[in-house]
């Protein structure tokens, strides 16, 4: 039986290839809702917040969580990286800032504008809750050997990427 040879990104594949590429996207996609589905509900967040004994409801989680990441940033660029308008980022910024766990300064570049940032207390916060979040993933990754976990974190990052770029290029 001949089988017919296609070009999928420039390397040859055969047509059984392809049912098997097509399944395993199938595989991938049910996977990453189930993981995302899980990371959304909000008992998860209950757990991992009483487990690491600080005070942060979901939406104070992604602030605290993205400027631990991004660093100082203007509230449009905080927004913007959280998905979210200008106003709910405001709000929930402002909070934050009666608990004193996100600062404001005035931008070296242009004093009009302001800059967002962690205080200490919001980074020692973020540090907890990521102590957490780790401890629970060696635990529940704890059968895996060490290079499993370091080939899963290479093709995870290369698949967010990858993700990145495709979404950069719709813009």
Known sequence: MVQAILYHAGMPTTTSDTAAEDASLGDIEQALTRLFRRGNQPRVH?????????????????????????????????AYRMGVDVSTACRQVQGLEQDGLVTR??????????????????????????????????????????????????????????LDALMETAS
């Open 105 to 162: 300064t005035v931008d070296p570049g242009d004093r009009r504008a302001a800059l967002l940032r962690l205080s200490d207390e919001g980074s020692r916060v973020l540090g907890r809750v990521r102590e957490v979040r780790r401890a629970q993933l060696a635990k529940a990754l704890g059968t895996w050997s060490a290079e499993d976990r370091r080939q899963f974190a290479t093709l995870l990052d290369r698949m967010l990427n990858d």
């Open 46 to 78: 209950e757990q991992l917040i009483a487990r690491a004994g600080v005070p942060l409801d979901r939406a104070a989680y992604a602030v605290v969580s993205r400027l631990g990441d991004c660093g100082p940033v203007r509230l449009s660029e905080l």
